[in-house]
């Protein structure tokens, strides 16, 4: 059972910048998507980027310019950096991962814990 490691949030003021982390550990053979998921308070959680495995990304629109998703395959890592940080982008973040483990017969789902960024005005 893979279970993403995620690091890097934390409490920043509005316009600071925060750079996220997310490691598939194991013994894995190949990842396809990855992307980042956000949970605001109260609210349910939705996509925010995502990258193929190929790196083509894509962004919800509200974090268009602001958010930067990278991967590094050899490392079976994605980062999110985020900048000009606004209080709306507080909440939890969690790492989504479709990973082909050793051993597997088939494509599996995997999440991260989820890291809190706290956003002050």
């Known amino acids: 059972q893979v279970q993403l490691v995620e690091s890097g949030g934390g409490l920043v003021q509005a316009g600071g910048s925060l750079r996220l982390s997310c490691r598939a550990p194991?013994?894995?053979?190949?990842?396809?998507?990855m992307a980042w998921h956000r949970q605001a308070p109260g609210k349910q959680r939705e996509l925010v980027a995502g990258?193929?495995?190929?790196?083509?990304?894509n962004y919800v629109d509200t974090v268009k310019g602001r958010f930067t998703m990278s991967r590094d395959n050899a490392r079976n890592t994605v980062y999110l950096q985020i900048n000009t940080l606004e209080p709306e982008d507080t909440g939890v973040y969690y790492c989504?991962?479709?990973?082909?483990?050793?051993?597997?017969?088939?494509?599996?789902?995997?999440w991260g814990q989820g890291t809190q960024v706290t956003v002050s005005s």
């Open positions: 989504y991962a479709r990973i082909f483990q050793s051993g597997d017969l088939d494509w599996n789902d995997y």
């Open positions: 194991g013994c894995i053979v190949s990842i396809a998507t």
């Open positions: 990258i193929t495995s190929s790196g083509t990304t």
